[in-house]
């Protein structure tokens, strides 16, 4: 950068004006081989320099003459940053200590999208992550039906597992895919290929045939989760993008709860298998959507040149390592117990095999689906590991308080669903009003730290939750828990967003993505771990007095075949199996908040284009 005591030379290839003045008076010629330059009646707004002084609005309205020379008038200073090459001062903020990445060709003359039309593209948009989180959760109530239809109940963990384990290898590989391919092409491959497994998962004919089909899915659904948050960020401005991601949170909390309810709804009353064709019509839509309204920069470059780029071997290690740990805490204290050797195995080979992945990232890969120059920056390594705890946390909850009314409580399927309304609500308010007050004040730790201290909090209540437990703290524990994670969900993703080269923003979007969506896995998994091994040793005196009550581990609706007082001492087993797994799930928001303490502020800009870093 230059100095402040006098005006530096301008640069005529990709360069950035920043102004730090009161005045906003000024003359500048665009240039023609510029591709960030501003267009006619196009404002924009570039971040505080290093000395942190208020920054200014740039309107060209006033720019007059060609060529590549630009002329600052009534400036106090001017700062000319140049994309490629950046030094940052002592002074300067966290921006200027990252690298800024490759350059993204897909970045380069982009036009801001029409108000009415960014409406119309964020309508797909909603519905594609509505889709993607839908899928997740209105399949766990179908699975022991179709299980039964199939005569396969031995093998309904796979119809969950084979889809989360290709939702989650496949995420960052979509971050990097999007910039070699561009966005809208591999979100239109990410939708066709979630459209065709959901058909094929409502036509199977056999368990071996619904296991493939939902893994096809899985692929998709991975890539819708990560590619809407991705395309956000090309559509909106940094300092608007958090009311946008707030809404994308709100829509993600409402399909979760919407998805039980339905599936319910579907099992009780019509076919499982329009658990799946109900994807189709929405899909549809979506895809019609992007087609037509969503225009963005296309990726430069041949097919062979493309493929080249792709870290292939990454890719195949970060699959088969993810596998090989994924499979055993699946099992792990369900199918298998925790010292079978098969288990065991199967961790050592993942651990080694994700070794190897992480050599191969940070010295074989030339452009690596997960960058270590990403770890290089304090907030992004603090996103990351907030993000996997707020998973390991978040989906727990998610996962066990419908077994609380559906077990416990001894509620239908569809009443499950009802009872997760206060979440929802909370979820709905706390994330759509966070993501406006960040677009108005351009801060986001405050939301990300009350969310998760909201959490913590919330999720440390509903220990206090008991078989007979009044409605009215029912509804207040779970409006604190939505509260929280709809504070604290999409702050989080400005957060990185913020803290990057805009060239790596797509590959940042989607591993904090990954991150969360592994730690759903863990959190479930070990959580699962506690609730079993709870109702196992609890319910064993009463196995002892009273064999049968094994029918119960298969069946908790089995529990009305017995007199009130065995009925009793058995529900009693599985809340307090419940409140084990809740209170594993009280860490695992306390450390998500720890780490979110690292995070560090950058200015939120309100304008398209290069980071201060470029």
Not at 549 to 564: G, K, R, T
């Amino acid at each position: 950068m230059g100095s402040h005591g006098q005006t530096p030379s301008v640069h005529s290839d990709n360069a950035t004006v920043v102004i730090e003045s009161e005045k906003s008076h000024s003359n500048i010629e665009p240039s023609s081989s510029n591709p960030n330059h501003i267009t006619n009646g196009e404002k924009q707004e570039y971040v505080e320099t290093s000395r942190g002084e208020k920054e200014e609005v740039i309107d060209d309205q006033e720019a007059a003459g060609t060529g590549s020379k630009q002329k600052v008038e009534d400036a106090s200073t001017a700062v000319v940053v140049a994309p490629s090459s950046v030094s940052s001062s002592k002074g300067s903020t966290s921006h200027g200590n990252l690298d800024p990445g490759p350059h993204n060709p897909a970045h380069e003359d982009f036009v801001p999208m029409p108000f009415k039309q960014l409406m119309l593209v964020f309508t797909g948009l909603m519905l594609g992550i509505f889709l993607a989180s839908l899928d997740q959760t209105i399949v766990s109530v179908c699975s022991a039906k179709i299980a039964s239809e199939f005569n396969a109940l031995d093998e309904i963990p796979w119809i969950g597992t084979s889809y989360l384990l290709t939702s989650t290898t496949f995420q960052p590989l979509y971050g990097k895919g999007s910039d070699i391919f561009g966005r809208k092409l591999t979100f239109l491959f990410s939708i066709s290929v979630f459209l065709i497994g959901s058909a094929l998962c409502g036509a199977s004919q056999n368990m071996i045939m619904m296991i493939i089909s939902r893994a096809i899915a899985g692929i998709g659904a991975g890539g819708i989760m990560a590619m809407v948050m991705i395309i956000i960020t090309d559509l909106v401005s940094l300092r608007d993008r958090g009311k946008y991601q707030g809404i994308i949170g709100a829509v993600f909390g409402f399909s979760s709860v919407l998805g039980p309810l339905l599936g319910g709804v579907f099992t009780d009353h019509a076919s499982w298998r329009w658990a799946f064709f109900i994807n189709l019509p929405i899909g549809a839509i979506t895809l019609a959507a992007v087609v037509k309204l969503l225009h963005l920069p296309r990726a430069k470059g041949s097919l062979r040149e493309k493929l080249a780029r792709i870290d292939f071997y990454g890719v195949i290690a970060l699959v088969i390592g993810l596998v090989l740990i994924l499979l055993p805490l699946n099992w792990g204290g369900n199918t298998k117990e925790w010292n079978d050797p098969l288990i065991i195995g199967l961790l050592c080979g993942g651990i080694a095999v994700l070794l190897i992945f992480c050599f191969i990232e940070a010295k074989v890969a030339v452009e690596p689906i997960l960058p270590f120059r990403l770890f290089k920056s304090q907030t992004n390594s603090a996103v990351f590991a907030t993000s996997l705890f707020v998973g390991m946390g978040f989906f727990g909850i998610m996962f066990f308080m419908p077994l609380y009314f559906q077990i416990v409580r001894q509620e239908s399927a569809t009443a499950s669903g009802l009872e997760m309304l206060p979440l929802i609500v909370g979820l709905l308010v706390a994330s759509i009003s966070s993501g406006f007050m960040v677009s108005k004040w351009g801060q986001y730790r405050p939301f990300i730290w009350i969310g998760l201290a909201l959490s913590t909090i919330g999720t440390g209540l509903l220990v206090l939750l008991k078989e007979d437990s009044s409605r009215g703290k029912i509804i207040g524990f779970l409006f604190i828990n939505g509260c929280g994670l709809g504070f604290s969900m999409q702050t989080i993703m400005l957060a990185i967003q913020s803290s990057v080269a805009t060239a790596d923003i797509a590959i940042a979007t989607a591993n904090a993505t990954f991150f969360r969506t592994v730690g759903s896995v863990f959190g479930v998994a070990i959580s699962g771990t506690v609730f079993n091994n709870a109702v196992k040793t609890n319910i064993q005196p009463l196995l002892l007095a009273n064999p049968k009550i094994i029918i119960v581990l298969e069946n908790s609706y089995a529990v009305n075949e017995f007199d009130e007082v065995t009925k009793a001492k058995i529900l009693h087993v599985f809340m307090i199996a419940l409140n084990k797994a809740f209170t594993v799930c009280i860490p695992f928001m306390g450390i998500a908040f720890l780490f979110s303490l690292a995070i560090q502020h950058n200015k939120l800009r309100k304008a398209l284009g290069p980071t201060p870093m470029e």
